[in-house]
C-alpha cells in the first residue's frame, strides 16, 4: 500500500512528466506542420512564391552588401518580412496543425434555441472556422491577401484560431 504522501508525490511527478512531453512533442509536431504546410503551398503557387523570395532578397541581400552578412537575423529583420508572415498565416489558416480544440463549459451557454450545459465539452474544428465565406472572400484558395489589414479590419476574431483564443491559446503564437 502507498502513503498518501507517497502517492501525491508520485502523481505531481507523472503530471510534470506528461506536462514536459506534451509540450516538448506538441511543439515540435505543429511547428513543422506548419513550415512543410507553408513551403507546399507556396509550390503551387509560384507567384507567392517569387513574391517571398523577392521579400527575403531584399531583406537579406542588403546585409551582404554592408559587409553586415556575418551577423545573425535579428527580430528586426524579421518584422520586415511582411509577405513571408501572411502566406505563413494564410497556410495556417487553410491546414490548421492542431485539427481540434476541446474546451469544458464553465457555466451553461445559450446559443440560439439551445442550452448547453456547464461541464460539456464542446470542440471546435479550426479549418471550418477558418473556410467561412463571411471571413474569407476566396476561402478555398491560398490567397496571402486575405491577411492585408484592410481585410482583416472588421473580420470576426474567431474567424483565424490556429492557435485557439482566449486565455488558453497556444503560447506558440508569439514565436
Known sequence: MISPERFAVLSYLLRLVFQLTNNTTTGHDTTSSGIGFTM????Q???CQQKV???LDKVFVGLIITGDSDRQPTTDDLKQLVYLEKCVKE????????????????????IGNTTLPEGLTVVIVPMTAQRDPRAYDIPEDFEPEHFDANRISGRDPYSYIPFSAGPRNCIGEKY
Do not use: C, F, M, N
Open 40 to 43: 507546399w503551398w507556396l509550390g
Open 45 to 47: 503557387k509560384p507567384e
Open 53 to 55: 523570395h523577392d521579400e
Open 91 to 110: 497556410s495556417l489558416r487553410l491546414a490548421p496543425s492542431v485539427p481540434l480544440i476541446a474546451r469544458r463549459l464553465a457555466k451553461d451557454t445559450i
